[in-house]
T-cell receptor, first 112, second 118 residues
Framework: KQEVTQIPAALSVPEGENLVLNCSFT??????LQWFRQDPGKGLTSLLL?????REQTSGRLNASLDKSSGRSTLYIAASQPGDSATYLC???????????FGKGTRLHILP | ETGVTQTPRHLVMGMTNKKSLKCEQH?????MYWYKQSAKKPLELMFV???????ENNSVPSRFSPECPNSSHLFLHLHTLQPEDSALYLC?????????????????FGSGTRLTVV
């Protein structure tokens, strides 16, 4: 059974710093991995989608990487801003049952 | 707006009430999903509809009853809920389920309905 873990559960960093959020999954039989952002009490906004054949995707200050063999994905945020404060979730799409499994998220706080 | 609209945004209901949540998408997607998000838990998939047919029910209690009249609309009918059902209910859509569309383009989520059962 696929399990997706995000560590740490919460992170605070000063504005302007570059940071990395981690996502690990136990079953490498995935077809994609998606990163989402969730603001308090709101829905999920898709940030980046990486297909299993890809190693990374970039959008603006965000870069997501995928290493299936080690069961890991990272979300890199460059030059962080207070507006980046939110919860970031990753979700892995399973080849075995076509389900996407979510991690519990990392709550990010950028200090002004 | 993401293209997936959920109403109402907030709902407070008593345990004996009957209410419905609505989800609407105009993205041309054929698969729609209901998720439940409780505090400190990962998102839980509740129901999946693919081309209007229910393809998945993840052991959801019968007090939750989904309805999908067409590929653009999804409802979740609620009756005799319990306080532990209080959560954020999220609707999502994808191009299709099990086909290359859903795999290639990912999921789009609505803003959710915050449900409180009193």
């Amino acid at each position: 059974k696929q399990e997706v873990t995000q560590i740490p559960a919460a992170l605070s960093v000063p504005e302007g710093e570059n940071l990395v959020l981690n996502c690990s999954f136990t079953d490498s039989a995935i077809y994609n991995l998606q990163w989402f952002r969730q603001d308090p009490g709101k829905g999920l906004t898709s940030l980046l989608l990486i297909q299993s054949s890809q190693r990374e995707q970039t959008s603006g200050r965000l870069n997501a990487s995928l290493d299936k063999s080690s069961g890991r994905s990272t979300l890199y945020i460059a030059a962080s801003q207070p507006g980046d404060s939110a919860t970031y979730l990753c979700a892995a799409g399973s080849n075995r049952d076509d389900k996407i499994i979510f991690g519990k998220g990392t709550r990010l706080h950028i200090l002004p | 707006e993401t293209g997936v609209t959920q109403t109402p945004r907030h709902l407070v209901m008593g345990m004996t009430n009957k209410k419905s949540l609505k989800c609407e998408q105009h993205l041309g997607h054929n698969a729609m999903y209901w998720y439940k998000q409780s505090a400190k838990k990962p998102l839980e998939l509740m129901f999946v509809y693919n081309f209007k047919e229910q393809t998945e029910n993840n052991s959801v209690p019968s007090r939750f009853s989904p309805e999908c009249p067409n590929s653009s609309h999804l409802f979740l009918h609620l009756h005799t809920l319990q306080p532990e059902d209080s959560a954020l209910y999220l609707c999502a859509s994808s191009q299709d389920r099990g086909g290359t569309g859903g795999r290639n383009y990912g999921y789009t989520f609505g803003s959710g309905t915050r449900l409180t059962v009193v």
